[in-house]
Each structure stands twice: as C-alpha cells, then as structure tokens.
C-alpha cells in the first residue's frame, strides 16, 4: 500500500508567477484535501476535491486552484504569488462518507515553497 | 465557528519525564479528535484518534481522553523518549450535513524537545 506522494518537494518562485503542486492519493481513497501550514503555525484547510470536483473550501483566495483526476490524483495551483504564500503545502487522503471522521487523513511529506 | 486551542511550546522535558499537552476546542455537532506528529521535515502522521465522548485513544505509550464536558482532548504520555521530539497537532474533524466528511481543523502545534 503506498502513501500519499507529492512533488516537487522544494520550489522557489517569483512574486507574480504561478505555480503547480501534485498530489497522488494513498491506493484507494479518492478524496484529496489540500492544507497551507505556514512557519510555525498549524495546517490551514484550502479546499478537498472528491469526484473530480471541489467539495468544501477554506478561507482562501480564487488564485488558488485546485484539479482532481480519475485516478484521485490531484493538482493544487496557485496563480499570482504573493511572498506570503511561501509555506508548506500538504496533500491529505482519505475514502468519502465520513470514513475520515472516523480514521483521519493520510498525510504527504509536503512540497515546501518559497516566493521569492 | 469550530476552533483548536492548544498550549503553546516550546516544551523541553528530560528523558523519562510525563508530559502533559492540553487540548481545548470549540465545535458544533460532535466532532472526531486527533492528534498529530510532526518530525522534522516530514508531513504529518496520525497518532492516535477518538470519535465520541469519554473515548480514548493510545498509541505507542501516549493516551488522550475526549471529555464533552470540559471539551478538552489532553495529550500525555507517561515516559518520553529522546525520538518522541517533534511537533503535535491537536485537530477536530466534523461530518457536514449531508454526511460528507469536514476537513480538519488543527492547533497550533507544541514542539516538544526531550533532552537525555
């Protein structure tokens, strides 16, 4: 059983351009969640993807994206950087129906990205 | 609105020493309980979890108790290790209406440090 795998694992950007982060679910669940953890601080909710569709979204701005593929595989995309986007970006999955609420999330490593 | 409040870092304690992390929260409905480790570069990892009142969950030595009447979710464990050094997250989690799963809501984070 593999884990939830994301790529890249480090990025530096510039103020302005975009950006895309990929996500691989954990076999078998088919939500993916996506989280901001700042420096020092706790994962911040962005949106969950569920049926290729955005099913729930946190306090961020429209910049921020997101995809989900038939595979459950998932993109998060981040247009128009602002340095204070530079954090740790975790993918989480999970299987639907309250099944999470129940066993948690399943976390990746994180891509780590800097807006320089 | 739903909300973790836990206590801040950093904690330094010696080998063997108890520790005490407390956990408060703030939910609507009944909420899942989680805590979360966070080492050193790495994603976070589930530690233990419960989903209804006066449950509680363990793993590998730690304990934490879901208590509705003092919402609280208190982490301890009894003999810290030198590896047990890392970042916890305490987090609810609560199903939507509709029964879709909500997305998690975390702390802070408390960085424990263990000295030998």
């Known amino acids: 059983e593999t884990g939830v795998t994301q790529s890249p694992t480090h990025l530096i950007k510039t103020r302005g351009q975009q950006v895309t982060l990929r996500c691989s679910s954990q076999s078998g669940h088919n939500t993916v969640s996506w989280y901001q953890q700042a420096l020092g601080q706790g994962p911040q909710f962005i949106f969950q993807?569920?049926?290729?569709?955005?099913?729930g979204r946190g306090n961020f701005p429209p910049r921020f994206s997101g995809l989900q593929f038939p595979n459950y595989s998932s993109e998060l995309n981040v247009n128009a950087l602002e340095l204070d986007d530079s954090a740790l970006y975790l993918c989480a999955s999970s299987l639907a129906g309250g099944w999470a609420k129940i066993n948690g999330y399943t976390f990746g490593s994180g891509t780590r990205l800097t807006v320089v | 609105g739903d909300s973790v409040t836990q206590m801040e870092g950093p904690v330094t304690l010696s080998e063997e020493a108890f520790l005490t992390i407390n956990c408060t929260y703030t939910?609507?409905?009944?909420?899942?309980l989680f805590w979360y480790v966070q080492y050193p570069g790495e994603g976070l990892q589930l530690l233990l979890k419960a989903t209804k009142a006066d449950d509680k969950g363990s793993n590998k030595g730690f304990e934490a108790t879901y208590r509705k009447e003092t919402t609280s979710f208190h982490l301890e464990k009894g003999s810290v290790q030198v590896s047990d050094s890392a970042v916890y997250f305490c987090?609810?989690?609560?199903?939507?209406?509709?029964?879709?799963?909500?997305?998690?809501?975390f702390g802070k984070g408390t960085k424990l440090s263990v000295k030998p």
């Open positions: 939910a609507t409905g009944y909420p899942s």
């Open positions: 993807y569920y049926r290729e569709e955005e099913n």
């Open positions: 987090a609810l989690s609560v199903v939507n209406y509709g029964g879709s799963q909500g997305n998690l809501i």
